[in-house]
């Protein structure tokens, strides 16, 4: 896929998510764009491209569960029992509604289960699931770091204080800097990421980056980025949720920490 081609098919995906309620609506109208043909066919355009604007757009499918799925080598379109960060199970159901178990956010059909519960929960006891979903989960909180950084921004240039917007300050342009930097750093920790321990750090490093975005962008906009009604508490609370599935980046941290102990050796996780 050429420069042009994926342009138009980031395009039509923006568009599709932009229009359509999330949730099983946005499966079906991902389905009909052809989601499952491409993450068989490109995972390494699929992935990057539509979990990115996942997080740009705020909105949510249960596409992960397509993405251990189809890394294990069985057919997509069912559920994953998911580890979650405290030692839970997960899932991630295709309807809107949770069904029974205790829901993590009221805005995603997520819920707590029992590990045996969900069909196809054995693809997160693959390493090559694992980290495919890793990866995923890294791009999307990439992305919702973006959509928060934009919103900070754009406040930013449109606030003004004392005859001058804010952005001009240097507390306020430091914490952008911060941020952006933070991401940037993440994006091209998951662009060199293949194997488990380099999805498992890069998801780590996303994980820490959309969180600090979400520090630095809430004192950036002050008193209106701890209101609910602000379109950043809706990432905030995104980032929040999908930092912890498949492990926070506190969790991955010490993961890699106790790996690279029983190695006695750092491997190379990036040809430069």
């Given at each position: 896929?050429?420069?042009e081609e994926?342009?138009?098919l980031?395009?039509?995906?923006?568009?599709?998510m932009?229009a359509?309620?999330?949730?099983a609506?946005?499966?079906?109208a991902?389905a009909?764009l052809?989601?499952e043909?491409?993450?068989?066919?490109?995972?390494?355009?699929?992935v990057p491209l539509v979990?990115?604007?996942l997080?740009?757009?705020?909105?949510?499918a249960?596409?992960?569960n397509?993405?251990l799925?189809?890394?294990a080598?069985?057919?997509g379109?069912?559920?994953?029992?998911?580890p979650?960060?405290?030692?839970r199970?997960v899932?991630?159901e295709?309807?809107?509604a949770?069904?029974?178990?205790?829901?993590?956010?009221?805005a995603?059909?997520?819920?707590?289960?029992d590990?045996?519960?969900?069909?196809g929960?054995?693809?997160?006891?693959?390493p090559a699931?694992?980290?495919?979903?890793?990866r995923?989960?890294g791009?999307?909180?990439v992305?919702t770091?973006r959509a928060m950084?934009?919103?900070a921004r754009t406040?930013a240039?449109?606030?003004a204080q004392f005859g001058?917007?804010?952005?001009g300050?240097q507390?306020v342009r430091?914490?952008?800097?911060?941020?952006?930097?933070?991401?940037e750093?993440?994006?091209?920790?998951?662009t060199?990421a293949?194997?488990?321990?380099?999805?498992?750090l890069?998801?780590?490093?996303?994980g820490?980056?959309a969180l600090?975005?979400a520090?630095?962008?809430?004192?950036?906009?002050?008193?209106?980025?701890?209101t609910?009604?602000?379109?950043?508490h809706?990432?905030?609370?995104r980032a929040?949720v999908?930092d912890?599935?498949?492990g926070?980046s506190r969790?991955l941290?010490?993961?890699a920490?106790a790996?690279?102990?029983a190695?006695r050796?750092?491997p190379r996780?990036a040809q430069?």
């Open positions: 896929m050429d420069a994926r342009e138009l980031a395009e039509a995906l923006r568009g599709t932009t359509t309620p999330p949730g609506a946005l499966d079906a991902l009909e052809g989601w043909d491409l993450l068989a066919d490109e995972p390494d355009v699929a979990f990115s604007l997080g740009e757009t705020g909105a949510h249960s596409l992960l397509d993405v799925l189809v890394a080598g069985q057919p379109g069912g559920v994953v029992a998911l979650y960060a405290g030692g199970q899932v991630w295709r309807a809107d949770a069904g029974d178990g205790e829901v993590l956010d009221a995603l059909p997520l819920r707590a289960v590990p045996d519960v969900a069909d929960g054995k693809a997160a006891a693959d699931a694992l980290a495919a979903g890793r995923a989960l791009w999307w909180l992305g770091g950084l934009d919103l406040h240039l449109d606030r001058k917007p804010i952005a300050f507390a430091h914490r952008l800097a911060e941020t952006h930097v933070a991401l750093g993440a994006e091209a920790t998951l060199v293949e194997e488990e321990l380099g999805s498992l890069a998801k780590a490093s996303a820490q980056a600090d975005a520090r630095h962008c809430q004192q950036v906009l002050g008193g209106i980025g701890f609910a009604e602000h379109a950043l809706h990432h905030i609370r929040l999908l912890g599935l498949l926070n969790e941290t010490r993961q920490g790996f690279i102990r190695q050796t750092a996780l430069l």
